[in-house]
Each structure stands twice: as C-alpha cells, then as structure tokens.
C-alpha cells in the first residue's frame, strides 16, 4: 500500500521557521520525485518546491526561494521541506506528492501520482 505521511505542520509566528517531514512507503523511492505542494483557503493549489530522489535535481517556486529547502533522505525514504523565515501568506495547507520520474521531473499538480493527506501549517503576523 502506497503511503505519503506528512508531519511538522503547526502554527508559527512571522519570521519563524518550521521543518516540514514526508515519510514514503509502498512504492520505489528511488524512481520517484517528491514534491511539497500548498493550497491556500479559496486558492488553488500551487507547487511549491520538488526534488527529484534519481539525481537530487530541485526546483522552487519563485515565491520560497531563498526562504524554503528541500531535501532528501533516500535511506529513510523520507523528504524534508525546512522553511524559514514564514511570512503570513505561507499559510496553507502543505501536501506532500510523488511523481514517478518518467523523463523528468516536472513538478506539475496534474502529474503526480500519489498523494498524502497535508499538514496545516499557519503563519500568524
């Protein structure tokens, strides 16, 4: 059975920082990219950042550049998302997807293929 657990949302004041944790299960890790998505309440969900568990390769949205880090722990089949100084508008809820690594990573909502149930992460001003 395929599973993407998410843990480390919470509430956290402006400028704080919070590390967001991915634990896979049921699939191969390895053949995979995982990504952090976001939906905001009344907003569509968006990409976030992704990274590719074949070569490492990243992406970020523009919006968390320099601020969020992803990472990967292949030997716990686990990715990270660390996120730091948290601005208001980073209140969402974050979901973690996997993206079997056909060609190559694109870090598209439409292009994953599982999907774990996403952390509230809540970013007060």
């Known amino acids: 059975e395929v599973q993407l657990v998410e843990s480390g949302g919470g509430l956290v004041q402006a400028g704080g920082s919070l590390r967001l944790s991915c634990a896979a299960s049921?699939?191969?890790?390895?053949?995979?990219?995982i990504g952090w998505f976001r939906q905001a309440p009344g907003k569509e969900r968006r990409g976030v950042s992704c990274?590719?568990?074949?070569?490492?390769?990243?992406y970020y949205a523009e919006s968390v550049k320099g601020r969020f880090t992803i990472s990967s722990d292949n030997a716990k089949n686990t990715v990270y998302l660390q996120m730091n100084s948290l601005k208001p508008e980073d209140t969402a809820i974050y979901y973690c997807?996997?993206?079997?690594?056909?060609?190559?990573?694109?870090?598209?909502?439409?292009?994953?293929?599982?999907w774990g149930n996403g952390t509230l992460v809540t970013v007060s001003s």
């Open positions: 990274i590719s568990n074949s070569d490492g390769y990243t």
């Open positions: 049921g699939f191969s890790f390895d053949d995979y990219a």
């Open positions: 997807a996997a993206e079997e690594l056909i060609l190559t990573m694109t870090c598209l909502d439409y292009s994953m293929n599982y």
